[in-house]
């Protein structure tokens, strides 16, 4: 079974973005694209109440998934794409519980080897809530999310912003990150912010990375470790990526299963939120938690 990449969309043209974006990538990296809908079954009242295809409520929305893959949809203005060549596009409907819950429960299936999704419907929807299912389904999620701002468009990742924290040097993600360098002979700018006039010693995770690069498993693509002084973390991540004029920040979380995620307050919701650029979340490899998150998320499905 060739693998996939898993697009969630709630039909907004931010979700729409989203899915040119995801199919640029399925063409880079040779996969095909599985264009989902997790809906909780409620009737929206801004929406006529049309059934397509068999009739049902699946049907229904299977047909627009349909429409929105090929920018033939009433009412909202999508631009008009063609899938790639090579490219195949299949469409998944489900009336759910959950939708944070039911996105990391199909994303941890064997066929899908990453998710792209949009980290927000409008511009209008600010605040914790906002960031909710993008940033609960990137911290909790076993495989890489990509989030894709609104006007984002998708370019080769020829120049990376990786947050470094703490664990950034794990193994794992470096050869995620190596995987992207050798693909798109990217250079890599490993970026620590840290508080200006900082109390204490200096920080150990630039030098951790450092010696992991260069001393235990050397890097064989461009890199620098940078520090930088900000007392705002995200702000000093899009500063120097503004500088460089990078294609993707990365950042590296630990897996956490999604109960946890919806409470907590993350770096990785604040750069969703805030990011003009596609952010990458990428994660620590611990089998443990990805075992507790699979199963926390099936007896919630369930």
């Given at each position: 079974m060739m693998s996939s990449i898993l697009v969630p969309v709630d039909f907004s043209l931010p979700c729409h973005n989203a899915y040119r974006f995801g199919l640029h990538l399925a063409e880079e990296f040779k996969l095909n694209v599985v264009l989902a809908h997790y809906s909780s079954g409620a009737i929206d009242p801004g929406q006529p109440l049309v059934f397509a295809g068999d009739g049902s409520l699946h049907g229904s929305n299977v047909k627009r998934l349909e429409n929105f893959a090929s920018s033939n949809a009433d009412g909202i203005d999508y631009p008009l794409l063609e899938p790639p060549q090579g490219v195949e596009v299949t469409y998944e409907a489900e009336v759910v519980f959950s939708v944070s819950a039911s996105i990391i429960a199909r994303a941890s299936k064997e066929d899908i080897s990453m998710v792209v999704m949009a980290p927000r419907s409008t511009r209008k929807l600010l605040g914790k809530w906002l960031g909710s299912t993008s940033t609960t389904v990137s911290e909790a999620c076993p495989c890489p999310v990509c989030l894709v701002?609104?006007?984002?468009?998708?370019?080769?990742?020829?120049?990376?912003?990786?947050?470094?924290?703490?664990?950034?040097?794990?193994?794992?993600?470096?050869?995620?990150?190596?995987?992207?360098?050798?693909?798109?002979?990217?250079?890599?700018?490993?970026?620590?912010?840290?508080?200006?006039?900082?109390?204490?010693?200096?920080?150990?995770?630039?030098?951790?990375?450092?010696?992991?690069?260069?001393?235990?498993?050397?890097?064989?693509?461009?890199?620098?470790?940078?520090?930088?002084?900000n007392e705002d973390v995200t702000a000093g991540l899009m500063e120097y990526a503004d500088k460089i004029d990078s294609d993707l920040i990365v950042i590296v979380n630990s897996l956490r299963n999604r109960w946890r995620s919806l409470i907590h307050a993350s770096l990785t919701q604040d750069l969703a939120l805030r990011s003009k650029r596609p952010v990458l979340v990428l994660h620590a490899e611990d089998t443990t938690v990805s075992e507790e998150i699979l199963q926390t998320e099936t007896e919630n499905i369930n």
């Open positions: 701002p609104e006007d984002a468009q998708f370019s080769p990742w020829k120049k990376v912003v990786v947050a470094n924290n703490s664990v950034t040097a794990e193994a794992y993600p470096l050869w995620q990150i190596e995987d992207i360098a050798r693909k798109y002979s990217s250079y890599v700018h490993f970026v620590h912010v840290q508080w200006p006039r900082q109390y204490g010693p200096l920080k150990f995770t630039p030098w951790r990375l450092m010696e992991k690069l260069v001393d235990e498993t050397p890097a064989d693509y461009p890199f620098d470790v940078v520090t930088v002084d």
